[in-house]
């Protein structure tokens, strides 16, 4: 329950600290924090109470035996968790007389600070707009509207496309270690295969939005093809498949569903929520 950055109390505001692990904060307090001795004595510090932890479940022990004192005070969370479990959070804290904003910080903690990075942000607009100022010491602010699962979706939406795509770079250098090759010597090709994503999100977003999977530019049957001939390199090369098996299963399905000739964005109809 602090400012995670290095740079925080250089920046004027009054700062006072609480962490699980109390060596972690001497940082901080160094830089002129003050150490609170409780959560509650953390809590009653200020009007503005900023969270940092691993999910909600850890949010509810820490606050829960001190949560009489979130009363009048703004909570903003920084912790991940699901959109429907931080709008219970957001609930539970109004049910203490407290406000909850939720943050959806986009980069590591060595980017807190950083003029590039940003945070999502959704929750009641006027106490996040009051707070803004103060966020803004942290990170750029992203503000996504009122619903305070929304800047948690948004995290998360960011987090389904990181990790997929660092696995599918884990997976690439895995092969190219079989074959005598080092992630070094791979490496310029992975950042020109990754350049190029912008490009096709663009042209695929606009063509799904409109319903539109016309085999005009890619066909599924292609892409099935080749994403069998990805599984059989990397089962030839005697590497781990359970990624590229799990690529290849999702285009048989499609396959099955009778999508051969249209796109292979058509995939994303399978994986979207069934209609009801």
Known sequence: MS???????????PVTVWNRTASRAEALVEQGAVLAGTVEEALTAGDLVILSLTDYDA?????????????????????????????AGARWVAGHGGVHITGGVTVPPSGIGEPESSTFYSGPRAPFEAARPTLEVLTRTDFRGEDPGLAALFYQ???????????????????????GLTAADILPHAIETMASMPGFLAFYAARIDAGRHDGDVDRLAMGAASVEH??????????????????????????NAGHATGSFSSLVDLMKKPAA
Do not use: C
């Open 3 to 13: 400012y995670t950055s290095r740079s925080q109390p250089r920046e004027g505001h």
């Open 59 to 87: 949010m509810y022990a820490v606050l829960e035996p001190a949560a009489h004192a979130l009363s009048g005070r703004v909570l903003v969370n920084l912790s991940s968790d699901t959109p429907e479990k931080t709008r």
């Open 157 to 179: 939406i960011g987090m389904v496309m990181f990790w997929t795509s660092m696995l599918s770079y884990w997976q690439a250098i895995a092969l190219a270690d079989a074959n």
């Open 230 to 255: 990805v599984l059989h390199t990397n089962a030839d090369a005697g590497v781990d498949t359970t990624l590229p098996a799990a690529v290849a299963d999702l285009f048989r399905r499609g396959m």
